[in-house]
Structure formats: C-alpha cells, structure tokens
C-alpha cells in the first residue's frame, strides 16, 4: 500500500521546468500506475471491523445525545426499547427512554471503546423517533450501513403542491418507492416533512437525488430510468471504466401550461414632449363659473329643491303620457268601394226556370201524414207474415 501511495504522489506532483543554463539531473522515473486500479475497489475487500485492540484504553471524556419524539411513537418504544438498549450494550452504550419529556437520550460509558459507536446511536435513536421500524434502524449500527435525513417539508411553498410530490415518490400503491429501495439497496422511510434512508453511501447518494428532483417536480420515473440503465451497465467489465454518458437518457423540461394572456393589455403610449390636455373642470370650478359658489347656504338649498322639483315634473309627464296611449284609438283603414257589377254579362233565364222545376220534384223536409201511415201499415203486414 506505501508503494502504491508514494507512486500516487509522485504522479500527482506537478513537473518543475528546468531552468536557462542548468541541466536536469537524471532521476529515476516513477513507475506509471494506471488510474482505473487506484480508483477502482476490489471485488469483495471489506473495510476491517474497528476492535479493543485498536483502543485497549477507551475513551478520555462522556459524551451523550438526546432527541425528541412524537406523541405517536410513544407505544411502539415502550414495546421495544429493551431490544434497543440490548442492542446498544453490544458496543457499550446507554440509552434511557423519557415518557415525560418525550426524549430518548444515548451515552457513552468507561467500557466504549469505539468513538464512532455513539454517532451511530445517535442516528439509531433518530430514525426511531421519525417512524422507521426497530428491524430497520438497528442496521444503523454496522460498518457498512449509513443513514440519511432529507428534510422536504420547505422544498415546496404550496402545501397541496407538496402533497401531491410527496405521494408521486411513492407512488401508486407505494410501486415507486419499492422500485427505488430495490434499485439503491436502501430502506426508504417518507413520513411527515422527511425522508429517512437506510442503507450503503452509494445509494443514499441516488435517493438524495431522486427525493430533491421530485420536489422541483421533476417526476421519479426518469431517474429510476437512469438507475437502471446504469445498473446493466455496471455489469459489463468493459464498460465498467467508460464514461456512460451517451448511454444515459437526456430527459428535457417541458412547459406544457402556456402563459395565459391578460384580458386588459395595458399598450405603452408613444412620448409626446407636449404636457396632457388641461385636466376636467372640478366642481368648485363649475360652481365659480355658474356663480353658484358665492350663493348662500339657504339660497343654495332653495335652487336645489327647485331642480329636483323640475325633474320630478318631467318625470310625471312622461308618466302620463306614457299612460295615455292607451286610450289614444287607432287608426282605421280607408274604406275600400264595392265594385260596380258589370252589366255586360246576360242572363240565362230559361237555365234558371229549369233548376227551379227541379227542386220542387226533390222531396225535402219530413214525408206527408198520408204516406207516414201507409207505410207504417205496409211494414205491420210484414212483422205478420214471419211470426
């Protein structure tokens, strides 16, 4: 690993140029390594596990942090605070649980011997307190799982705006957030104003991201797009130390919504050096003008009555005239003069001594008393024939 760094910085050490006159002394020339092996962490190394033999002698001084919580959460840490406190034995850490003030407070002891082990209890006692389940937070406490914290609650103005984002990162029956904790290898806790996120660096790094993308109303889909292109990707050997940029979708904004136009469009007048038109005439001015201003009180009131007078006059001969047209009769046609019958045309009088011979053989009206009784006989005759 020495070797490795003084050929590290031997690289990164700028070239001095050799001055006027002066010949460069012959060294030797460092060995080139290439920046992909130095870059790159091997398949599989693990950071090695921080013992009491790396501090047999502990820590000098006590340190504690304490945090509040919710009402809400107070049943489910009384249910599992003894886990907690069995959890933070294991590496020498008190925890005490406060119903009162509602506050859970983590202290070191003599026997700590990991500095680190009282961050880690501090973030364990943090996610308790903002709704992650005990199974879930207590992961916090091994080397290769960190957490983070988004606050999201003053990314947005509008609350309902808010609330719609918020619920576009979970997604419909929570499909978004299970496809970002599969994506990112991070448990992903959103209640309230927060976000809290469990799990390696590299993907807490993505969630971040995602989360703060979402709030600028940029829609979690096109991320997680990327995530899993990027995954395949990182699959192939090959690809593995190329730049993997025009593999990437480029994903632009668009602004749907066109800006709605004003009714009253306030046009800019064109500058005139000349000074406006006299301004309208006040009513002090009419008064002076009339003379009307130098009157009395009394004598002001009196003209007054008067003018109101004279329009309730004419409004009462509108009125009546108004009234009266109904009783105004309306104007008759002109007489129209019957035609003289033309005495050109003769008549026929033969024609007409014929219709009237005629009528009278036509049989109108009722039958005679004589037949009336002939019949009526002719029809008895009958009846007495059938029976």
């Known amino acids: ?20 006159g002066r010949k460069r002394p012959n060294k030797k020339k460092a060995v080139k390594v290439d920046e992909s092996e130095l870059l790159t962490v091997p398949d599989g190394w693990k950071e090695p596990a921080f013992t009491r033999e790396d501090n047999p002698r502990g820590l000098l001084e ?7 919580f919710p009402k809400y959460r107070e049943a489910y840490l009384k249910e599992c605070w003894p ?7 294991e590496h020498f850490v008190n925890a005490t649980l406060d119903l009162i003030e509602g506050s859970m407070t983590v202290t070191t002891t003599k026997k700590t011997f990991d500095p680190y082990a009282i961050i880690r209890a501090r973030d364990l006692i943090k996610l308790l307190a903002r709704s992650v389940p005990f199974e879930q937070a207590v992961r916090i406490l091994q080397d290769d799982v960190a957490c983070d914290i988004i606050k999201i609650g003053s990314l947005v103005r509008k609350r309902e705006s808010f609330i719609k984002r918020r619920g576009r990162l979970l997604g419909p029956k929570g499909s978004t957030l299970k496809a970002l904790e599969l994506l990112t290898n991070c448990y992903i806790m959103v209640q309230g104003n ?3 996120a469990l ?38 050997p090959e690809l593995r130390s190329q730049n993997w940029e025009r593999f990437l979708p480029k ?12 009714k009253k469009k306030n046009v800019k007048k064109e500058y005139t050096p000349f000074p406006p038109p006299a301004c309208r005439t006040l009513h002090i001015d009419k008064e002076l003008a009339s003379g009307e201003y130098f009157l009395k009180e009394s004598q002001k009131k009196r003209k007054r009555m008067e003018e109101i007078k004279a329009k309730q006059a004419d409004a009462l001969k509108k009125r009546q005239e108004e009234r009266n047209k109904a009783f105004i009769p309306p104007k008759e046609k002109p007489a129209v003069k ?11 009088i033969e024609a007409i001594k014929e219709k009237v011979k005629n009528a009278k053989k036509k049989k109108l009206g009722a039958l005679p008393a004589e037949e009336v009784k002939l019949k009526m006989a002719a029809d008895e005759k009958k009846k007495k024939k059938k029976k």
């Open 1 to 20: 690993m020495a070797g490795a760094g003084e050929a590290l910085a031997a690289e990164r050490e700028p070239e001095q140029e050799p001055s006027a």
């Open 62 to 68: 006590e340190s504690s942090f304490a945090t509040l």
């Open 83 to 89: 886990l907690v406190q069995k959890a933070l034995n």
């Open 194 to 196: 927060t976000v809290s």
């Open 199 to 236: 799990g390696p660096f590299s993907g807490l790094k993505e969630v971040r991201k995602v989360v703060l993308d979402t709030m600028k109303n940029i829609h979690p889909i096109y991320n997680i797009k990327t995530l899993m292109i990027k995954r395949e990707l990182s699959k192939d």
């Open 251 to 262: 994903f632009k904004r668009k602004n749907l919504k066109k800006r709605k136009e004003p």
């Open 338 to 348: 019957a035609k003289k019958a033309s005495t050109e045309k003769k008549i026929d």
